[in-house]
Every structure is written in structure tokens, then in C-alpha cells.
């Protein structure tokens, strides 16, 4: 099994979450894949640390993986949730942001989150 390449730089603003990699390729994906940064300030967002193929974001107790990066893989349901629960609480979305925020069920696997007023279909991993 092949070592994941570790991250070099990341860019992230309120669009994109990216990495330049140690290999020379840069990967990014729209930051609504990861609605714990999508909910996220500014400077919860720059607080983060690269350790080799991952990255953490201390205060939002998220990480981020080159392989899920190339794989496209969204932010699991669960976390997903738990950002929405979270912007709430701190007053960055109405109470009834949760209401758009189902947990996924046996027969739909995929619920929805509502990330900067447009409805996303989140792909649990």
C-alpha cells in the first residue's frame, strides 16, 4: 500500500478547501464539502495543523486527509450535523437550520444539510 503524499500548503476560504501537495499535484474541493469549516469564521479556519498527509483544525476537532481529499469524499453525516448544531448554538444560523438537518436513515443514506442557504446532499463515507 502506497503512503497518501503529504500536504504542503493549504488554501482555504469561504469557496475552497485545498492542498498543495509534497508531490507537485494541488487538490481542492468546494468548502460545502465539509460543513464543520463551511460554518466555521475565518479564524477558526486558519488555525490549523498539517501533520504529513492530514490536516487538523484544533478548535473545530476536524481532519482532513489527502485520501479523502482525492476520493472526493464529503464530511460524514454525523460530523455534518453536529456543525449545523454547533453554528446554531453560537447563534450563525436559526434554530431551524436543524430542521433542514436530518440524520440519515436505513433507507436514505444521504440526508441533507443546508450550507450557506442552499440545500447540499451530503454522501456519507
Do not use: N
Amino acid at each position: 500500500m502506497q503512503t497518501p503524499p503529504a500536504v504542503g500548503v493549504v488554501i482555504i476560504d469561504d469557496e475552497v478547501l485545498g492542498f498543495h501537495l509534497e508531490d507537485g499535484r494541488f487538490i481542492s474541493v468546494p468548502i460545502d464539502f465539509y460543513p464543520t469549516l463551511a460554518w466555521a469564521t475565518p479564524e477558526e479556519r486558519i488555525r490549523f495543523e498539517i501533520h504529513g498527509s492530514s490536516v487538523f483544525w484544533p478548535d473545530l476537532d476536524a481532519d482532513i486527509g489527502t485520501e479523502g481529499l482525492l476520493a472526493g469524499a464529503r464530511e460524514h453525516h454525523y460530523y455534518a450535523r453536529k456543525a449545523v448544531e454547533r453554528a446554531v448554538r453560537l447563534g450563525r444560523l436559526s434554530a431551524s437550520a436543524l430542521e433542514s438537518c436530518t440524520p440519515a436513515t436505513p433507507t436514505d443514506p444521504s440526508p441533507t444539510v443546508s450550507t450557506h442557504g442552499v440545500a447540499k446532499q451530503l454522501r456519507s463515507i
